[in-house]
T-cell receptor
Framework: KAGVTQTPRYLIKTRGQQVTLSCSPISGHRSVSWYQQTPGQGLQFLFEYFSETQRNKGNFPGRFSGRQFSNSRSEMNVSTLELGDSALYLC???????????FGPGTRLTVL | AQSVTQLGSHVSVSEGALVLLRCNYSSSVPPYLFWYVQYPNQGLQLLLKYTTGATLVKGINGFEAEFKKSETSFHLTKPSAHMSDAAEYFCAVTNNYGQNFVFGPGTRLSVLP
């Protein structure tokens, strides 16, 4: 069974631009969560989607948004990029919301 | 609200020595607890989990953890460290009430020859 895939793997943007990251969960998984990982802040929860509905949201500004499609694929969007948005963005999927999460390899975003 | 603390951002052990990585959690409801490992430039991989039942949980690569409710702890151990165990380890908590996963700050494990 294929794992969680994230595209692109690497991204370089400049301040003020916007970016869209994509995540394809493991087949059959309906829960998708997004995390931001930085050396200073560690792993921070962004949001969780289950059956196309946002179920939980972390403490991030409105510039960070996401959505989930009917096939459970998810996208997250960051508008008006800031230097501090440079991070590894990880997507995780699970069969049910309380089960173990399977992580993708991440998208490394660099904002110049 | 849930929270996780991991004592020691960096732990060094000699190859063959005992590995002990500490995790304490805070949760107002029965917790589900997880340990994940992250190798450089990779995502996180599950080592083991506790939901209900036996409090001593065995995972992959020889790791195990014990859930101690009275101490609100879920420490990770391995009897004999191997060079390949060098990585970052994260403890996480969730529950059966729809709350999101909360991860600890991580502990970087170095294994010295």
């Amino acid at each position: 069974k294929a794992g969680v895939t994230q595209t692109p793997r690497y991204l370089i943007k400049t301040r003020g631009q916007q970016v869209t990251l994509s995540c394809s969960p493991i087949s059959g998984h309906r829960s998708v969560s997004w995390y931001q990982q930085t050396p200073g802040q560690g792993l921070q929860f962004l949001f969780e989607y289950f059956s196309e509905t946002q179920r939980n949201k972390g403490n991030f500004p409105g510039r960070f948004s996401g959505r989930q499609f009917s096939n459970s694929r998810s996208e997250m969007n960051v508008s008006t990029l800031e230097l501090g948005d440079s991070a590894l963005y990880l997507c995780a999927s699970s069969l049910v919301r309380t089960d173990e999460q399977f992580f993708g390899p991440g998208t490394r975003l660099t904002v110049l | 609200a849930q929270s996780v603390t991991q004592l020691g951002s960096h732990v060094s052990v000699s190859e063959g020595a005992l590995v002990l990585l500490r995790c304490n959690y805070s949760s107002s409801v029965p917790p589900y607890l997880f340990w994940y490992v992250q190798y450089p430039n990779q995502g996180l991989q599950l080592l083991l989990k506790y939901t209900t039942g036996a409090t001593l949980v065995k995972g992959i690569n020889g790791f195990e953890a014990e859930f101690k409710k009275s101490e609100t702890s879920f420490h990770l151990t391995k009897p004999s460290a191997h060079m390949s165990d060098a990585a970052e380890y994260f403890c996480a908590v969730t529950n059966n009430y729809g709350q999101n996963f909360v991860f600890g700050p991580g502990t970087r494990l170095s294994v010295l020859p």
